[in-house]
T-cell receptor
Framework: EAQVTQNPRYLITVTGKKLTVTCSQNMNHEYMSWYRQDPGLGLRQIYY???????DKGDVPEGYKVSRKEKRNFPLILESPSPNQTSLYFC??????????????FGPGTRLTVL | KQEVTQIPAALSVPEGENLVLNCSFTDSAIYNLQWFRQDPGKGLTSLLL?????REQTSGRLNASLDKSSGRSTLYIAASQPGDSATYLC??????????FGKGTKLSVIP
């Protein structure tokens, strides 16, 4: 089954404790992206990747890191999480780099709470 | 910077009614307009994608239109069903690699 998977689905952590949220897709997609969703603010893009070893900042990249060493994986790294990073996080992928024509497939989300 | 607005934020209709969800955007130089559905506790599911050269797309009971000149898109749902209850989000392709989302319209279809 074609899908985007994220792990963990739920995470409660404390301020400053490094964490990684994994994202994997099995559709051989070139483009992958991370979003956060907050009440009243909607979905905002954090980082995106056009292909292996090619990443760029979205609208809210501060406090996050990403890497794209393999085509299927795009982990989101919080080196020193803070309470304002408490949010619902989504990973997405699409076939090509031009999302103008390619449907975005979303993962199920990771709910992160930073105490 | 592109801004996408969805009004109303919430909508409640009786089962069987036809309804229209609205989406407006500030920059008409878009690549596409996409509509998504989000169920509680779940990710987004793509419903329809309209490329900038197109005027509308249809899938089953759903029809989405795009008017770039007025900066508007609508999602028409025919003969609504309780299973259509969800939050509907529109997003514009603000560049080749980025989507800008609206905050969504929460739809409740009452049996």
């Amino acid at each position: 089954e074609a899908q985007v998977t994220q792990n963990p689905r739920y995470l409660i952590t404390v301020t400053g404790k490094k964490l990684t949220v994994t994202c994997s897709q099995n559709m051989n997609h070139e483009y992958m992206s991370w979003y956060r969703q907050d009440p009243g603010l909607g979905l905002r893009q954090i980082y995106y990747s056009m292909n292996v070893e090619v990443t760029d900042k979205g609208d809210v990249p501060e406090g996050y890191k990403v890497s794209r060493k393999e085509k299927r994986n795009f982990p989101l790294i919080l080196e020193s999480p803070s309470p304002n990073q408490t949010s619902l996080y989504f990973c997405a992928s699409s076939l090509g780099g031009r999302i103008s024509t390619d449907t975005q497939y979303f993962g199920p989300g990771t709910r992160l709470t930073v105490l | 910077k592109q801004e996408v607005t969805q009004i109303p934020a919430a909508l409640s209709v009786p089962e069987g009614e036809n309804l229209v969800l609205n989406c407006s955007f500030t920059d008409s130089a878009i690549y596409n307009l996409q509509w998504f559905r989000q169920d509680p506790g779940k990710g987004l599911t793509s419903l329809l994608l309209i490329q900038s050269s197109q005027r509308e797309q249809t899938s089953g009971r759903l029809n989405a239109s795009l008017d770039k000149s007025s900066g508007r898109s609508t999602l028409y749902i025919a003969a609504s069903q309780p299973g259509d209850s969800a939050t509907y989000l529109c997003a514009s392709g603000a560049g080749s690699y980025q989507l800008t989302f609206g905050k969504g319209t929460k739809l409740s279809v009452i049996p």
